[in-house]
């Protein structure tokens, strides 16, 4: 495995995987892949890898998800619903709906996350409520 320089292309497995030790999370890790390294000013993205009957916890928070399922299979519930994803598929989790991703194969269940800066919040209350208050009215 490479080092990991923010200043040119990188394979994703140079950056660091570490578990998520959310409470709720099983058999979960994440690779930060673009970030203020890179100095990227508005914009994450992760690599979510969960081992074959992993699970991230049931959770919400202010920000929506844009995913693109890289390999291995799954399902993804948004709200009340449940969906099934594999490779190739894409997902969108709006801000403030619960969701978790749970791997119903028999291989590593990878999806690329992104996600907003903290700045954005800030920015766009009338998109992602005001920073320490639940989501916007109407």
Known sequence: MGEFDPR??????????????????????IRWIIDTRHGAPTYRLRVIELE???????????????????????????GDQVYPIRAGDVV??????????????????????????EWVRAARPDVYGEPGKGPPEG
């Open 8 to 29: 040119r292309p990188s394979p994703f497995t140079a950056c660091e995987r570490q578990p998520v030790t959310d409470a709720g999370a099983r058999g979960a890790s």
């Open 52 to 78: 074959p009957g992993g699970h991230t916890p049931l959770h919400a928070h202010w920000f929506e998800h844009e995913n693109f399922v890289l390999s291995g299979e799954g399902e993804v519930q948004i």
């Open 92 to 117: 969108f989790v709006p801000p403030h709906v619960t969701h978790q991703y749970r791997n119903t194969g028999q291989e590593p269940l990878r999806f690329l996350c992104g996600i907003p800066a």
